[in-house]
């Protein structure tokens, strides 16, 4: 018998049953739910005048549609008011823990879930979002679905889903000097494809990727699903126990070497056999920038927008409309471009390790004054931290702000809309047309480049600066 | 219960743009709603209307040439956000099948359960499918569930389609997945006993 996958052995003990040639069934341990994409699934349930099944298995917490700034006071638009009240008045029926506006826990629900001890290896986690791929950090298989399924959970705590195939991406040896998580996975979609792991489950392993911290991993499975992918995972470790250990929901005392014990056995046997598999080395792997309107179209800050002949002749006209879009010339240099904006934040990277980095970066310089920065703490924990920290003061010496928690311009639902036309380096996942705003363009980088952008104004590859400050010391 | 499809004969609206992610079928700004109707009035909003909300009259959508229940896309259609209202907003303007070569899976489920069929076809046939509508916008598309297959009725080319065979019940049928799993309740709950 040949070995089992991490994601086979996950997945295989949460199958209640299976359809014969149709999906299985599958419990799940932890559901996310916001209130963007639940109101309708709890809407369904009282068109059937059903329960919450398994309330004690859910969360909820506002985040998508939540103001980053005065949020002591009430909304101000109506519709995004009336959904952040919908969701507490939902949970409140339904008997289901909510972190509202205000509640130290709130968040993105992506940072919030990890940062409570929520999300535990060898779990199954959904939630009405597809960057539930975050989750998978810890080794457990987590992944983004749809309001009908929300609701299919709610009802039964269990989803009727086909099962992925399993792909594993290797990345090994050393990362370079300013080369982060980000631009690993940036890395890797321009490499497979903004489709390229359509219809996969992917694990991600190699020793680049086990060098990387928690917070790190996350931002790399978080992006999976930009490459079509369900989700990504990474088997558990000494760092993830490490991490888990004494948060608010994780398990106690013996409890945790039991749980530790169990989590242990989670990881790929060596025979395992995946259907598809890449390795790239990391020496490989520079600051990356995406020029296009999908994550895929990304490249090495050093180099140019490809020109046409690099492109396969059927996706051409994909290509210069995207280009178009973008006002960028096939062939033109990024480095030196004019930017606008700078977003730093998203459940990419809107974590404390992404604010510290920014932070240590901008210090002692000041921000360009052709820059509007928004600086988007990914939860409440993560601001109050920073301001115990000391990174406030460091930002607001330099120039920048911390605003309050949400998702912000990532999706742009609430006021934090870049301009038409503005260009705007961001840290959050997506750069499709609009996404930031209407007419916005948008490009994904880490949050190091995206410091070195604030201050210089232009793309720039962050190694420049640490390099000239190097030499200054 | 969904809408039940059988067969349909239409014809088509092409799209021929690939990676169509579901921030361009329904921008985030309109996700605020608490129910799942008129979503088809925003679909593609930003390719459709100018800032003014005047509709963009190069846009297919506002092409009186092309109407049907049928939108033809390129490939990787539905990628990125797993926002249901996605499929509601396809399903809302009236579409009853979206044909591409590739599909994003979440938009795939969140299509099927919401009664709109994807029929994921060949870059070929699909490039025969665009040039048929270029050449007669009133030209129709037939697809038969049951024998899972889309003909270009004028030329009879066809092609077979994959789907789920319990998906393609469903559909037949009707039937949703609650239905299903609350069926189930007995077994999910002898579930959770065996595991603690
Ligand atoms: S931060 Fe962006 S990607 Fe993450 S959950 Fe919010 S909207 Fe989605």
Known sequence: ???????????????????????????????????????????????????????????????????????HLPIKDELSRFQVSKLAENCKKHGITLYGLNHPYQGIVHVIGPQLGLTQPGMTIVCGDSHTSTHGAFGNVAFGIGTSEVEMVLATQCILQPKPKRMRINVEGELGEGVTAKDVVLYIISKISASG????????????????????????????????????????????????????????????????????????????????????????????????????????????????????????????????????????????????????????????????????????????????????????????????????????????????????????????????????????????????????????????????VAITGRIIDPRELMLSQKELA | MIEKFINLESTAVPLAVENVDTDQIIPARFLKATTRDGFGENLFRDWRYDKSGNPKPDFVLNDPTYYGAILVAGKNFGSGSSREHAAWAVHDYGFKVVVSSFFADIFKNNALNNGVLPVQVSEEFLQKVFEAIEKDPNTKLKVDLPEQTITIVASGTRESFDINPYKKECLLNGYDDIDYLLSMTEKIEAFEKERV
């Not at chain 1, 559901?31 to 298995?57: C, M, Y």
């Not at chain 1, 600051?287 to 020109?307: A, D, E, H, L």
């Not at chain 1, 809107?350 to 310089?365: H, M, N, Q, T, Y």
């Open chain 1, 197 to 452: 792991g359509t219809g996969y489950f992917i694990e991600y392993a190699g020793s680049a990727i086990r060098s990387l911290s928690m917070e790190g991993r996350m931002t790399v499975c978080n992006m999976s699903i930009e490459s079509g992918a369900r989700g990504g995972m990474i088997a558990p470790d000494e760092k993830t126990f490490d991490y888990i250990q004494g948060r608010e929901f994780a398990p106690k005392g013996a409890e945790f070497d039991a749980a530790v014990a169990r989590w242990k056995e989670l990881y790929s046997d060596d025979d395992a056999v995946f259907d598809k598999e890449y390795t790239y080395e990391a020496s490989d792997i520079e600051p990356m920038i995406t020029y296009g309107t999908n994550p895929g179209m990304g490249t090495k800050i050093v180099s140019s927008v490809p020109s046409l002949d690099d492109i396969p002749k059927s996706e051409q006209s994909s290509y210069s409309k995207s280009l178009k879009y973008m006002q960028f010339e096939p062939g033109e240099a990024l480095s030196g471009k004019p930017v606008d904006f700078v977003f730093v934040g998203s459940c990419t990277n809107g974590r404390i390790e992404d604010l510290r980095a920014f932070a240590d970066f901008v210090k002692g310089k000041q921000k360009a004054d052709n820059i509007t920065a928004w600086i988007v703490p990914g939860s409440k924990q993560v601001e109050k931290q920073a301001k115990e920290e000391g990174l406030e003061e460091i930002l607001n010496a330099a120039g920048f702000e911390l605003r309050q928690p949400g998702c912000s311009a990532c999706l742009a639902m609430n006021d934090d809309k870049i301009p038409e036309g503005a260009l705007a380096v961001s840290t959050s996942n997506r750069n499709f047309e609009g996404r930031q705003g209407p007419g916005a363009r948008t490009m994904l980088a880490s949050p190091i480049t995206a410091a070195a």
């Open chain 1, 1 to 71: 018998m040949t070995g089992k996958t991490l994601f086979d052995k996950i997945w295989d003990a949460h199958v209640v049953s299976e359809i014969k040639g149709g999906p299985s069934v599958l419990y799940i341990d932890k559901h996310l739910i916001h209130e963007v994409t639940s109101p309708q699934a709890f809407a369904g349930l009282e068109e059937r005048d059903l329960k919450v099944f398994r309330p004690q298995n859910t969360v909820a917490t506002p985040d998508h549609n939540v103001p980053t700034i005065d949020q």
